[in-house]
């Protein structure tokens, strides 16, 4: 960059824009310095006080936080929310994309009222089917197992995905397909070598967003799991508070604070691929 | 032909989910092992006791297996509904005094009467183990018992120039040592006690009458709760009870009342949970007895903390008998639990737990010994329906605290609402 | 639904399709072969439950005895005798209208902000995006009710501009707006969906427009935002739906009450407390059928409306 004039009167907004950012950011930011703060303070000032800053630094809050819950140790729970993010993140990706093409290329009876089927599964709010929903998993055997969090996510339940795949798959440029029929590609050797390979970036954001959602997820994981040894995170943090009895808020935001850094590597170690996805994915309403 | 495919899929789908039960008995394992499922809420101190006892009775009967789950209060009662509906619920599972005729009625409890060889039952008290019956059958059996209590700051008490309050002071006496607090300082002392459906129990009886009656509806009038609403409006409008901008965020943990927040210096809670306000105040905690009704009448009474029951679907009721009489009425078990799940109801395991009591719990063992003979008999437990009820007490009276509308108007809705959401 | 807008356009079949070696059958048997997880997984785990929340809907369901119909009654109670419904509908409806134009607004006013950005990219939108990584757990609604109670952050801050509030999460009228700001303030995924489209905007549309000497305001008007709408589009029609549907910032921020004083009473926050707290899991599900349908006709509404803003940049017009 020379330092001409010029450059730096065209500089000055470029500035200005920088230093709008910050001041968002900063305000953003705000509440999450808050709970990293909170997560130090000691007890009777967890909730009591109104103050950013601990009076003193309170490491005991990692202690017990860091201990696990009663028989469960911190690093078993982070194996479990563990393994059903993969998991989630596996099925969503091999699903998801599947249903996907079928609804974006292929041409079959009812894709009109399936696909509008698909679509309305997101507006039914998830309180109403969960009973029947436990009926048959417990019908399965599958209750106080991960299948529960992870099949329907094999199953393509999550129509969102689906959407937002299919979406994607239209932007894609036919030739490649066709040229691959002429090669005497079935559909799916079609769909593994020549779709799925240039979907990657939608796959990428379905597997950000699947392991982000499922990681915070509480509900599906409090009703299907029983015993403590299968507790995910999660449910670990909600044990520290009991309205009942007594509670540790102190070592709760501590155990959120330490659940939060799988989540905020796998974002930086992917973020890139993030918008790269999107940015290939071809939104359209 | 496609749509044979179509449908044939859908079958599938439906086949698979109906006809899965195959897979799902796993609990008939080959090894002669018996399982029991056992579910409770609490927080840590409690897992770690429980987890031990359970440990020392599977030593002592190493035939029996148990699996214990535990949740927060909050969270199990979805839970344990939404396993109910789904027809799985545990073994062994521990109920609130709030769920009794729900569980009960539905056929999901066991008549222990049929157990009674492997679960004696002599040394409980008889008032107590009545809260555990309905229709005359006991579904359930208490554990341990509280009572409702002041905890107050010891130190806003002395400067107020106020003596510890002493049982069958009134609501009058009450409201007194309110204003000295306001006189010597204490702007708003006192935590609203007009949001909760349990303290409004405590003033009814006070007056000699009750929450619920024996069919099972409510036996108090919209005046009966419009004047007590108009009463603590009344010490909300003197500044002598918090505001409802505080009283409102009661989420029902001790860290977000006001005397949690500091923001009061008494707050009426159960006796065991004000163990929580500790942490704040130290020594300076106190717990004193409920007000009682103008003639002294009690309206205080020993409730039980928790309940235990057996799932009427268990496969193995003897078992998960023998477990509730090893928690219920050993000594090795007392030893271990201590006073965690209230004073034992045992009379054999409360002589032997509450001596060895320390700090907080010896004020919880003092103030049920104060008040020991003096109150009446507990209410038989609330009918069902009464669950919802307890959160619409609460969302109605923000509308008193916040003068949306009169107590009287207030009160009318409350009991429209309760006799249609109370199902006997 | 306006189905035309949502479906992918076939295009006229391709001359291979036609011919004679790969018959019609085969390839419709393919697409089932794609189709059999989805199938499976929307006949067992949603057609199922769905079929069944549409039959307790007409019956008298506490969770633990068997349910009897009633018809229509949990119907015309909801319509008729049930202010607190009202109540939650009012409020869900003005949550709609807050947090949804607030959220995408801030979305696209940062996306586009990050665009025209050389340097610290990849910075600022992992910063930008960490709120929305939290969700709505407990931790965060503690500290959510910390910074806007009585005495906290904000009311401290607008406090020194004169401005007394008196906290906001204890005060009917204004608590619904500190819900709507934890919504708002996780904007990530909007934003992320924005930054993709902005990126596919061609630059010589850009280029021609300055060369006509129109400034930033102008480009933005007349060329940003119609080549955007497609996103817009697709952003407003999920996060609606989706406000619609809000339930945890309420339930966490308010301890699962919706006060004060029904002031964030959401209606599948009722929906919830009508279900599991009071037992009435017929009634729950008749307002879950309601919501459905509700939901429905308003995404059918902005269907029909998109055509005459969304603009396609890549197809004929209609």
Redesign the interface.
């Known amino acids: 960059m020379t330092f001409t004039r010029t450059a730096v009167r065209a500089n000055w907004p470029r500035t200005a824009l920088h230093a709008g950012c910050l001041l968002v950011l900063l305000v953003m930011l705000y509440p999450l310095g808050w709970l990293v703060a909170t997560s130090f303070k000691p007890a009777d000032e967890v909730l009591a006080s109104l103050a950013l800053l601990p009076s003193r630094l309170a490491t005991e809050n990692y202690t017990t936080a860091a201990a696990g819950i009663e028989g469960v140790s911190l690093l078993k729970l982070f194996g479990n929310s563990l393994t059903i993010s993969v998991g989630a993140v596996l099925g969503n990706v091999l699903s998801c994309s599947l249903a996907a093409y079928a609804f974006a290329r292929l041409r079959f009876r009812m894709r009109g009222p399936l696909f509008a089927f698909m679509i309305a599964t997101i507006m039914l709010p998830h309180h109403a089917v969960l009973i029947p929903q436990y009926i048959v998993f417990n019908q399965l055997g599958m209750v106080n197992t991960f299948w529960p969090m992870v099949l329907p996510k094999f199953l393509a339940t999550d129509a969102f995905f689906v959407f937002l795949i299919v979406q994607f798959m239209r932007g894609l440029p036919r030739e490649l397909e066709e040229a691959a029929k002429i090669d005497g590609c079935g559909p799916f050797r079609t769909f593994a070598r020549v779709v799925l390979p240039l979907t990657r970036p939608a796959l990428i954001t379905t597997a950000i967003f699947t392991f982000i959602w499922t990681w915070n997820d509480f509900f599906t994981q409090l009703i299907y799991l029983f015993e403590p040894d299968k507790y995910t995170l999660t449910l670990a943090l909600r044990t520290f508070v009991d309205t009942s009895s007594q509670s540790a808020y102190g070592p709760m935001f501590a155990m959120s604070v330490l659940a939060l850094l799988p989540i905020v590597l796998f974002f930086l170690a992917f973020q890139r691929f993030l918008v790269e996805g999107m940015a290939n994915s071809g939104v359209k309403g | 032909m496609?749509?044979p495919?179509?449908l044939a899929?859908?079958a599938?789908?439906?086949c698979?989910?109906?006809a899965?039960?195959g897979?799902?008995?796993?609990s008939t394992a080959a090894d002669s092992k018996v399982t029991l499922?056992f579910?409770w809420?609490?927080?840590?101190?409690?897992?770690?006791r429980t987890?031990k006892a359970v440990a020392a009775f599977e030593r002592a009967n190493p035939g029996i297996d148990i699996?214990?789950?535990?949740?927060?209060?909050?969270?199990y009662?979805?839970?344990l509904?939404?396993?109910?509906?789904?027809?799985?619920v545990?073994d062994l599972i521990q109920l609130d005094y709030r769920q009794i005729s729900?569980?009960a009625?539905?056929d999901?409890l066991l008549d222990l009467g049929t157990q009674r060889k492997a679960l004696p039952t002599e040394d409980m008290d008889s008032g107590l183990l009545k809260t555990g019956q309905v229709g005359g059958v006991q579904y359930a059996l208490p554990m341990g018992v509280g009572t409702q209590a002041l905890a107050y700051d010891k130190e806003a008490w002395r400067k107020a120039g106020l003596r510890a309050p002493k049982p069958g002071w009134t609501w009058e006496e009450w409201a007194d040592a309110l204003r000295k607090l306001k006189a010597a300082g204490y702007e708003r002392p006192m935590t609203d006690p007009g949001s909760m459906e349990d303290w409004f129990e405590v003033w009814l009886r006070g007056q000699g009458k009750r929450l619920y009656g024996a069919d099972g509806q409510a036996a108090f009038s919209a005046a009966d709760l419009a004047r007590f609403w108009a009463f603590t409006s009344k010490l909300r409008k003197e500044g002598l009870v918090s505001r409802?901008?505080?009283t409102?965020?009661?989420?029902?943990?001790?860290?977000?009342s006001p005397m949690?927040?500091?923001r009061a210096v008494a707050e009426f809670n159960w006796d065991?949970?004000s163990?929580?306000y500790e942490?704040?105040y130290g020594d300076r905690l106190a717990l004193a007895p409920m007000p009682a009704g103008p003639d002294g009448t009690p309206g205080q009474y020993y409730k039980p903390s928790m309940l235990l029951g057996i799932a009427a679907g268990s496969t193995h009721p003897r078992e998960a008998a023998r477990f509730l009489d090893f928690l219920l009425n050993s000594d090795a078990a007392a030893d271990i639990l201590g006073v965690d799940r209230g004073t034992p109801v045992n009379g054999r395991q409360r002589t032997r737990v509450l001596p060895k009591v320390t700090g907080f719990q010896q004020q919880v063992a003092g103030l049920q010994e104060s008040l020991e003979g003096k109150l009446k008999d507990p209410p038989a437990a609330p009918p069902?329906?009464d669950?919802?009820l307890q959160?619409t007490f609460?969302?109605d009276y923000?509308?008193v605290?916040?003068e949306?509308a009169s107590p009287r108007e207030v009160a009318e809705d409350f009991l429209t609402e309760a006799r249609t959401?109370l199902?006997p | 639904m306006d189905e035309a807008a949502v479906l992918p356009r076939q295009r006229p079949a391709p001359a291979v399709q036609g011919g004679k070696r790969r018959p019609k059958r085969e390839r419709e048997g393919a697409a089932w072969v794609f189709l059999s997880p989805w199938v499976l997984g929307a006949a067992v785990l949603t057609l199922l439950p769905m079929a069944v929340s549409l039959y307790l809907s007409f019956t008298d369901y506490d969770l633990f005895d068997p349910p009897s119909w009633v018809g229509l009654r949990n119907y015309t109670q909801m319509f008729t005798e049930d202010p607190r419904l009202l109540r939650s509908v009012l409020n869900t409806l003005l949550y709609v209208l807050v947090a949804v134009p607030l959220q995408l607004a801030l979305a696209l006013a940062v996306a586009v902000a990050l665009k025209s950005m050389k340097r610290g990219k990849g910075f600022y939108r992992s910063a930008f995006y960490a709120p929305s990584l939290l969700g709505a757990s407990m931790s965060i609604a503690l500290v959510w009710r910390a910074l806007f109670n009585d005495g906290g952050t904000v009311d401290n801050v607008l406090g020194s501009l004169g401005l007394h509030t008196g906290g906001w999460v204890n005060r009917p009228g204004w608590a619904l707006l500190s819900v709507a700001l934890l919504t708002v303030w996780q904007f990530g995924a909007p934003m992320v969906i924005f930054l993709a489209g902005l990126q596919q905007i061609p630059k010589e549309l850009y280029e021609a427009a300055s060369v006509d000497g129109a400034g930033r305001w102008r480009q933005f008007v007349s060329i940003t935002l119609p080549m955007l709408s497609p996103v817009l589009f697709f952003n407003l029609v999920l996060q609606t739906i989706q406000a619609f549907q809000v339930f945890t910032p309420a339930f966490a921020v308010s301890g699962g009450r919706g006060g004060p004083a029904d002031s964030t009473l959401f209606y599948t926050l009722y929906l919830y407390d009508r279900g599991f707290t009071a037992s009435h899991m017929g009634y729950a599900s008749a307002m879950a059928w309601v919501l459905l349908i509700a939901i429905a006709i308003v995404t059918a509404v902005l269907f029909r409306t998109s055509r005459s803003w969304v603009f396609y940049a890549n197809e004929e017009g209609r």
């Open positions: 496609r749509r495919i179509t899929a859908m599938l789908a439906l698979l989910a109906l899965g039960c897979g799902g008995g796993a499922r579910t809420w609490g927080n840590a101190d409690r897992a770690a987890e699996q214990t789950s535990y949740s927060t209060y909050e969270s009662k979805q839970k509904a939404t396993q109910a509906a789904g027809g799985d545990p729900q569980y009625g539905s999901v409802a901008e505080d409102t965020q009661m989420a029902g943990s001790v860290e977000d949690g927040r500091k065991a949970p163990a929580g942490a704040m069902r329906g669950n919802g959160s609460q969302r923000d509308q605290a916040f949306q959401e199902r």
